[in-house]
């Protein structure tokens, strides 16, 4: 489902994690085309390319999870 609103971003999301997707590919994702008009599959795509679901990042916002320490 989501490959037909995002094309080139599914190509390049399929398989990796947050950190192995390039920058023009978020861009696609976080466009403005995205969201309200894709049922907010290109949420669910980014979502399940971070290792908690992104589920840290929204429940304690001040905490840095990109550190390494």
Known sequence: MASFNH???IKTT????AEEID????ELLNSPGSG???EGLSLLVKMARLPD???GQLCLPDIDFESDS
């Open 36 to 38: 309200a008009g894709d």
């Open 14 to 17: 399929w398989g990796r994690v």
């Open 7 to 9: 094309p080139g971003a």
């Open 23 to 26: 920058d023009y590919t978020w």
């Open 53 to 55: 679901l992104g589920l």
